[in-house]
């Protein structure tokens, strides 16, 4: 049933209106900005976008439905919402992971057993899918780019073979998947050195590293090339107060500002940034 309760101002920029869904489309620069009431609403929304994605390809008879997905805070509700589906609702995703953190003394992926390695990430959070992955399913279906040869995953992807990409934001310095403040809009899949920014804005993560001198100095992240040729879609998740400061960088943006990378939003395919209530309120209080 419809409510049509009284708005709810959240600054000078958005009023949130409570008809069901609770939430408010705006345009920024022909980027697409749709505020929630809350996490969880913005996780089911996405949620049944991805949904509706996997049924579309089934009809289809499509191999893979391929959905770009961070392995951080960000994405946790989306996660959390899509735990109602049953496991066969899986067995058509195909999962890239577009960044991981690689060991400090060798050229290679943390090890799986570690609680920061991107599969106990999918693990935990995506049991059902991981449940679907048989022998050479994690090579298959659950995709990571290599540190060895990092552009060997252009064998497996290219133009518009991402249905949907997922992208956040660091809460304190803009990186976008691992590329950091100053990357190019050329650059490629690559082994980068995280930088203390980085790192910290990742103990937040994973808190069991204690302290940043514990967290990975190296990760392989896909590049801006790719975020921008890959998807056919792309959305930016934007949740919580913390990343209030984000919003307000990647809307106000007039293009992509390498001090900022997440501002690669603005001029990607089909722009769309999610984001909630108090992210917005927390917008507004900084300007």
């Not at 067995?91 to 570690?114: F, G, Q, S, T």
């Not at 809009?185 to 302290?211: A, M």
Request: net charge positive.
């Amino acid at each position: 049933m419809v409510s049509h309760a009284a708005p709810v101002s959240t600054g000078q920029d958005f009023t949130l209106q409570r008809y069901g869904a609770c939430r408010l489309d705006r345009y920024y620069r022909f980027m697409k900005v749709v505020a929630y009431a809350s996490p969880q609403g913005l996780g089911r929304a996405i949620a049944w976008d991805i949904v509706r994605g996997l049924v579309d390809a089934r009809i289809r008879r499509a191999a893979f439905w391929t959905l770009c997905l961070p392995s951080g805070r960000s994405c946790v509700p989306v996660l959390r919402a899509l735990r109602v589906l049953p496991t066969t609702a899986f067995v058509n995703l195909r999962l890239l992971m577009p960044d991981a953190y690689c060991r400090d003394d060798e050229l290679a992926l943390c090890p799986c057993a570690e609680p920061h390695s991107v599969y106990q990430f999918v693990k935990k959070h995506l049991p059902k899918f991981w449940a679907t992955l048989q022998d050479g399913g994690v090579t298959d279906r659950l995709l990571v780019p290599s540190p060895k040869n990092p552009t060997d995953i252009w064998d497996r992807l290219g133009a518009g073979d991402v249905d949907l990409m997922l992208l956040a934001s660091g809460s304190g310095d803009g990186h976008i998947a691992f590329n950091s403040p100053g990357t190019s809009l050329e650059s490629e899949t690559r082994v980068v050195l995280l930088p203390e920014s980085t790192r910290r804005d990742n103990l937040r993560t994973y808190p069991h590293f204690g302290e940043v001198a514990n967290v990975p100095r190296r990760g392989v992240t896909i590049g801006m090339r790719e975020i921008l040729e890959w998807p056919k879609r792309t959305i930016m998740v934007l949740p919580g107060l913390e990343k209030a400061e984000a919003l307000d960088r990647v809307i106000s943006a007039h293009g992509y500002d390498p001090a900022w990378p997440a501002t690669v939003i603005s001029v990607c395919t089909n722009p769309c940034i999610y984001t909630d209530l108090e992210a917005t309120r927390g917008r507004a209080r900084l300007r």
